[in-house]
């Protein structure tokens, strides 16, 4: 094999251990993390609650009797009644569901946008990095949940506009990171070799800086979680997210707002499930930061 064939040479075979030995690694240093585990015991949780809402909620979301309306919680409804008789606990299984798409939707979106913009902006620097950090310092100037706030209100309310909305103003702080890497490989001696041998500028951002880039893009998007979910339920709280009678914890936490004082259990129940799932990403992200960062790997 020739030195070109050797330095370019990206088989399945070799990238898939590479990666499978990393990722070993890294297992075994998170699982030494009490808290991570914690955080990805509930992370878990709501994701089989997400996907098994049918089979274990009593009764359906949606489902209406004003003879149970403002229950307490009880044997028979563990989170009591909602104004409408509804069963909350079911509410706040089936909005696992929405919470869960929320923050998938926004990491898909918001997370390759901001790895690309910060690779293309550190890799080639000058006017390039001038325009595309000036454009994202605009957006990491303003506070993210008044400018979601106002992407949501000029979209209109609904699940997918709130979904770009905070895609829109969680992208900067992937940018930067991704920029902040680059400029640290983009003078490598790998780089430079690869260059030489007539790769691409788009292959050598594409199939080596975004790949060094991903463990640290990764980290600040399981931290990210938490504040994604408390954005939506803010949009939801206020009306803009998801729309009644969708189970949205915001929007449960809005209507029980009225009743906070007397049927406490409206309100309180969705807020401790935002409060438990941001918990969750946080310590995972926490965990994750140790496991994947590699002064931590050393010293281990």
């Not at 069963?87 to 869960?100: E, K, M, P, Y």
């Not at 339920?233 to 803009?240: E, R």
Request: proline fraction near 6%; aromatic fraction near 8%; glycine fraction near 10%.
């Amino acid at each position: 094999m020739s030195a070109r064939d050797w330095l370019l040479d990206e088989s399945p075979t070799s990238r898939w251990q590479a990666g499978a030995g990393r990722a070993y690694a890294a297992a075994r240093l998170l699982l030494r993390n009490p808290l991570a585990v914690v955080g990805g015991g509930i992370i878990l949780l709501l994701v089989l609650t997400a996907a098994l809402a049918p089979l274990i909620a009593p009764e359906s979301p949606l489902g209406q009797n004003l003879s149970n309306r403002l229950l307490p919680p009880s044997s028979a409804h563990w989170m009591g009644t909602d104004e409408l008789g509804r069963d909350i606990f079911s509410r706040v299984v089936f909005g696992a569901r929405i919470t869960l798409m929320i923050v998938v939707l926004v990491a898909v979106i918001s997370a390759p946008l901001g790895m690309i913009v910060g690779a293309v902006s550190g890799y080639f620097g000058g006017w390039t990095d001038r325009v595309l950090m000036g454009l994202t310092d605009i957006f990491l100037s303003m506070p993210k949940l008044i400018l979601a706030l106002a992407f949501a209100a000029a979209l209109g309310p609904g699940i997918e506009n709130a979904v770009i909305a905070i895609a829109i103003t969680t992208w900067p702080a992937y940018a930067r990171i991704s920029r902040a890497e680059t400029m640290t490989w983009r003078n490598s001696e790998f780089v430079a070799a690869t260059r030489l041998l007539g790769a691409s500028h788009a292959r050598i951002i594409g199939r080596h800086i975004l790949p060094l880039c991903a463990s640290s893009t990764i980290i600040r998007v399981t931290l990210d979680m938490a504040g994604i979910i408390l954005t939506a339920a803010g949009l939801g709280f206020l009306g803009l997210g998801a729309q009644p009678p969708l189970p949205e914890w915001g929007a449960m936490i809005s209507r029980g707002r009225t009743f906070i004082l007397d049927q406490w259990w409206v309100a309180t129940m969705p807020g401790l499930a935002i409060i438990l799932v941001s918990l969750g990403f946080c310590f995972l992200g926490d965990g994750l930061r140790d496991a994947l960062d590699p002064k931590g790997q050393a010293k281990s």
